[in-house]
């Protein structure tokens, strides 16, 4: 059993905190919300009455916030983690953030005397609640190994994929590509149906021919081929369009920082961006179905 600290209990952190409880731990559990603290100590977290309280004694500190300011501001502000919790606890950083806030915040906790993982996700709030996410981990060894078992409870793969920041690397070039590949997928779809050739037999051979991607097998936009994706609900999310274009614009800036050329990444922010701002931002990433038909 770890003293485990779980900061920031919305969508994804109330599961995947309750995950931990599951497994033994001793978690106290801290978010804005009030309400999001009540629910957590109905499923067997301690309740925190702030930042101070719930990292006090903890061996671990677990965050889940919506963004880069969030994150710098609960760790490193007036009474923020550093500044309150034993200086042997592990930090372990879940949200989704830039690459370049990532390492500024690695760097600020070392200096505090701290060892700080980055730890971003895969999977969405179905994966946070069964304990299946995917974590993508960036900071030192002795960091990963520390934070390790500790995400084991709350997913089924956890990766290093380096130094500080390259775990927000991997999330924003994997997500990067699933954008660009459903916007495609959704073409491909479309231009069969209007050539006359019908949904479920395009996906019976491009899902076995070069064409074969995630974004088609397992969450294909054209509803009928996979049953459980959300074009079969009339893309109900899922994956929202607003978190993809929180990801595709964490990418376009970090491509900017490093010289990279992601014109189509661009492009497929964009395309979401116009989405967005047309209303659509609840609507399933897979929605730009409906975009790609002239439907919205
Ligand atoms: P959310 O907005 O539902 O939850 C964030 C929680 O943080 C809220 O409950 C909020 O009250 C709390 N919070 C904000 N500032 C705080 C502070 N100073 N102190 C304590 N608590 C604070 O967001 P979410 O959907 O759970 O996403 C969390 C992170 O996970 C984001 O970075 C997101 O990009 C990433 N993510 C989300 C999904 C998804 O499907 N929702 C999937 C993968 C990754």
């Not at 130094?163 to 491909?188: D, F, H, P, R, Y």
Request: negative net charge; glycine residues 12%.
């Amino acid at each position: 059993m770890t003293n485990i600290a779980f900061i920031g209990l919305g969508n994804m952190g109330s599961g995947m905190c309750v995950n931990l409880v599951k497994a033994g731990h001793k978690v106290k559990a801290f978010d804005l919300s009030p309400d999001a603290i009540r629910a957590a100590e109905t499923n067997g977290a301690i309740a925190a009455s702030g930042i101070q309280d719930a990292v006090s004694d903890a061996e671990c500190v677990v965050t889940m916030l919506p963004a880069g300011k969030h994150v710098l501001e609960v760790y490193f502000g007036e009474h923020g983690i550093t500044s309150s919790a034993p200086q042997n606890a592990v930090l372990i950083d879940c949200s989704t953030i830039a690459v370049e806030d990532a390492r500024r915040a690695a760097e600020n906790a070392k200096a505090a005397g701290f060892l700080m993982v980055d730890a971003p996700v895969s999977g969405g709030t179905a994966a946070a609640d069964a304990g299946t996410l995917t974590f993508m981990v960036g900071g030192p060894d002795e960091g990963f190994a520390k934070a390790k078992p500790v995400l084991d409870a709350m997913g089924k793969n956890v990766f290093h994929a380096g130094a500080a920041g390259n775990g927000q690397v991997a999330k924003i070039a994997n997500n990067m590509l699933l954008g660009i590949s459903m916007i495609g997928t959704c073409e491909a779809f479309n231009l069969a149906e209007k050539l006359g050739l019908d949904a479920q037999t395009f996906f019976d051979i491009a899902s076995t021919a070069s064409g074969q991607c995630w974004s088609m097998t397992s969450y294909c936009p054209s509803p009928g081929p996979v049953p459980a994706a959300p074009s079969n609900r009339d893309y109900q999310p899922g994956f929202a369009v607003a978190m993809m274009l929180k990801d595709l614009k964490l990418a376009a800036g970090a491509a900017d920082e490093a010289g990279a050329n992601i014109e189509f990444g661009k492009l497929a922010e964009a395309t979401y961006q116009k989405l967005s701002e047309d209303g659509f931002g609840g609507l399933d990433f897979s929605g730009v179905m409906k975009r790609v038909k002239d439907e919205i």
